[in-house]
């Protein structure tokens, strides 16, 4: 359980609606300059997300994050972590560890007394968001058809609001829709491919729930 000691990650200049943890792992030569990409070409600050990076460790080693591409210092943060129990295992642990709030487990109240700056010192209150999008390092994007830069245009200019990135996957969410990603596999069944979901609180606490 997390300690009382820790703070709560909160930012006094925006609320993130959207938690997203990506797993990176150096399994094979594209993953690195995947990583990189995403980083360089979706992460910003105040974009409504708070970005997780875990880092797989390789035989329980310390990755050097002064080698790795550079994150915003506000809302994006890397983690490390063991390579042993693949993304979702992965992404299990980090649950357990660095957040609050799952409806299946009981947990004592934490307060943002003592709030540093040391990443590993804090926690994140999962009711807070709205939505969760789960990545990994097999995949590189986001990228638009030319297309789409048109409508882009429209939506700024009609809403006087950028229109990131994840709201294509975001706003296929709704109250029958708990699942969306690029692309569906139908073997052995249909299932939304794991290298990018999103789901959303209720979808989430399906996802957290163990099973007997």
């Not at 797993?23 to 990189?36: D, G, S, T």
């Not at 590993?120 to 990994?136: A, L, W």
């Not at 009609?158 to 690029?182: C, H, M, Q, S």
């Amino acid at each position: 359980k997390p300690s009382k000691t820790r703070p709560l990650l909160t930012n006094s200049s925006y609320h993130a609606d959207v938690l997203l943890i990506y797993v990176y792992a150096n399994v094979h030569r594209h993953a690195y300059e995947n990583l990189k990409y995403f980083i360089e070409n979706a992460v910003r600050e105040q974009d409504g997300v708070d970005y997780i990076f875990i880092l797989q460790q390789t035989e329980n080693k310390t990755i050097d994050e002064s080698k790795m591409p550079p994150l915003p210092k506000t809302n994006a943060f890397y983690f490390q972590h063991e390579n042993k129990c693949f993304d979702f295992g992965t992404m299990g642990w980090f649950f357990s560890k660095y957040t609050i709030g799952n409806p299946w487990q009981k947990q004592s109240s934490i307060t943002n007394s003592n709030m540093n700056n040391n990443k590993t010192d804090r926690i994140f209150d999962i009711r807070r968001y709205k939505y969760f999008i789960f990545m990994n390092s097999s995949t590189r994007g986001p990228f638009f058809p030319p297309y789409f830069l048109q409508f882009l245009s429209d939506y700024e200019n009609e809403f006087n609001a950028p229109y990131y990135w994840y709201y294509i996957f975001t706003k296929r969410i709704n109250d029958k829709v708990k699942l969306a990603g690029p692309t569906v596999a139908c073997t052995p069944v249909m299932h939304v491919q794991s290298y990018l979901i999103t789901t959303d609180f209720t979808g989430l606490t399906v996802l957290l729930k163990k099973c007997n």
